[in-house]
């Protein structure tokens, strides 16, 4: 199973972007995604997840900003996320899993994307 994360770019405080994780042998409608990102010495942190059913949930510091969605027919994740911050800095990366227990937690994720890096200038 692969997942491609892609996306990423420099952008002004805020400014969007939308990421994208597409798969590989396997069905994203089928899983959890979640969305991670880690700055610079920073350990990694959940930002969002969609879960089979659709439901959709976030990290209180991009609530209201950044929305996670699906494309079933593209078997993609996207993230949008507007009005970024600086401290939106980041590598962010897609993970996957069956279950949608536990979906903050990177630990519980069984495959992961490559990442793909956030600069956001103030």
């Known amino acids: 199973?692969?997942?491609q994360a892609s996306?990423?770019?420099?952008?002004?405080?805020?400014?969007?972007?939308?990421?994208?994780c597409a798969a590989s042998e396997r069905t994203l409608s089928q899983s959890?995604?979640?969305?991670f990102r880690q700055a610079p010495g920073e350990e990694r942190e959940f930002v969002a997840a969609i879960v089979r059913s659709s439901t959709t949930y976030y990290a209180?510091?991009?609530?209201g900003r950044f929305?996670?969605?699906?494309?079933?027919?593209?078997?993609t994740v996207y993230l949008q996320m507007d009005s970024l911050k600086p401290e939106d800095t980041a590598v962010y990366y897609c993970a996957a899993?069956?279950?949608?227990h536990d979906y903050t937690?990177?630990?519980?994720?069984?495959?992961?994307?490559q990442g793909t890096e956030v600069t956001v200038s103030s």
Do not use: E, H, M, P
Request: glycine share 18%.
């Open 7 to 20: 996306g990423g770019g420099l952008v002004q405080s805020g400014g969007s972007l939308r990421l994208s």
């Open 67 to 75: 929305t996670i969605s699906r494309d079933n027919a593209k078997n």
């Open 1 to 3: 199973v692969q997942l």
């Open 97 to 100: 899993k069956d279950s949608n």
């Open 32 to 35: 959890t995604v979640g969305w």
């Open 105 to 113: 937690r990177g630990q519980t994720y069984d495959y992961w994307g």
């Open 60 to 63: 209180d510091s991009v609530k």
